[in-house]
Nanobody
């Protein structure tokens, strides 16, 4: 059974860092792109970053470019999101998701399998 589990969220001060992990099981991720999304209270889910099936290409939302880095280790069945220089507006529940395609997309509608999410709170 396909399963995605996010971890690594928490409370961090502005300017701090967190690394989120998305561990998956039940399938071979080599053929699928993976995305990170976030949803703040009262807002729509938005794409943060995505990475192609072998990690050859990645996209980022303008709001996180230069601060967040996505990576994947298919041998460990894990995708990561390194978040640096965090801001209060980064506060949200972060989700990882798998797309049935090699290619990256930051549109939530393009993804079919989702994790349960992990809370990230940036506050002093």
């Amino acid at each position: 059974q396909l399963q995605l589990v996010e971890s690594g969220g928490g409370l961090v001060q502005p300017g701090g860092s967190l690394r989120l992990s998305c561990a998956y099981s039940g399938f071979t991720l080599d053929y699928y792109a993976v995305g990170w999304f976030r949803q703040a209270p009262g807002k729509e889910r938005e794409g943060v970053s995505c990475i192609s099936n072998r990690g050859g290409s990645a996209n980022y939302a303008d709001s996180v470019k230069g601060r967040f880095t996505i990576s994947r280790d298919n041998a460990k069945n894990t995708v990561y999101l390194q978040m640096n220089t965090l801001k209060p507006e980064d506060t949200a529940v972060y989700y990882c998701a798998v797309r049935s395609s090699y290619y990256c997309s930051t549109r939530p509608i393009d993804y079919v399998h989702w994790g349960q999410g992990t809370q990230v709170t940036v506050s002093s």
